[in-house]
């Protein structure tokens, strides 16, 4: 039939959207060597933490509220924690998931779904402020498959930092002082 062209032919011309998936894996892989080759410090590491993640995700008792609290999560283990930075819309902790209201005013709104009643729709900015919608104002409402949390976020650091910022992220204690 005229479909199996169609699909040869897409194929030919996207060869999978499986790119994006080797792409990473090549990535992962090579961060999770210079990571497991040398220590890191975890006080140079914090400072990179506190620039490029303290805004939105806790660790121990600093950073924001936007993200997941890290704390409790799978740090130490590198094949959780990778995939998890490096593609962010791969999957979505629940309740994070960032929804886009249409209001019948015409706002468009958007942020984490922090709360919902009969009556209320509560979203969480980015900046962690709540708004407060009434369920009568709501046009839509759609949650988005892609995160918040932008990509990229290891680019640029030096295989150094790389280990330092790693070492910070998987330490069991905060560091004191």
């Not at 993200?67 to 094949?79: I, S």
């Not at 886009?100 to 919902?116: E, I, N, P, Y």
């Not at 962690?128 to 990229?152: C, F, N, R, T, Y």
Request: aromatic fraction near 6%.
């Amino acid at each position: 039939g005229h479909g199996v062209e169609v699909a040869a032919q897409a194929g030919q011309l996207w060869p999978g959207a499986g790119h994006a998936a080797t792409g990473q894996a090549a990535e992962v892989a090579r961060v999770r060597a210079v990571v497991e080759g040398r220590p890191g410090s975890p006080y140079r590491g914090r400072e990179l933490f506190m620039q490029r993640c303290a805004a939105c995700h806790k660790l121990f008792h600093k950073g924001g509220e936007v993200g997941p609290n890290l704390t409790h999560y799978q740090r130490d283990d590198l094949d959780t924690l990778l995939p998890g930075i490096l593609d962010p819309s791969r999957e979505i902790r629940e309740g994070f998931e960032q929804m886009h209201v249409q209001t019948r005013d015409g706002r468009l709104l958007s942020g984490f779904l922090a709360d919902r009643t009969d009556k209320l729709l509560i979203l969480r900015g980015i900046d962690g402020g709540d708004m407060v919608i009434e369920q009568s104002q709501v046009e839509s409402a759609k949650v988005s498959p892609h995160s918040l949390m932008p990509e990229g976020l290891l680019a640029g650091l030096s295989d150094q930092q790389l280990r330092d910022f790693f070492a910070y992220l998987r330490i069991a204690q905060p560091i004191r002082n």
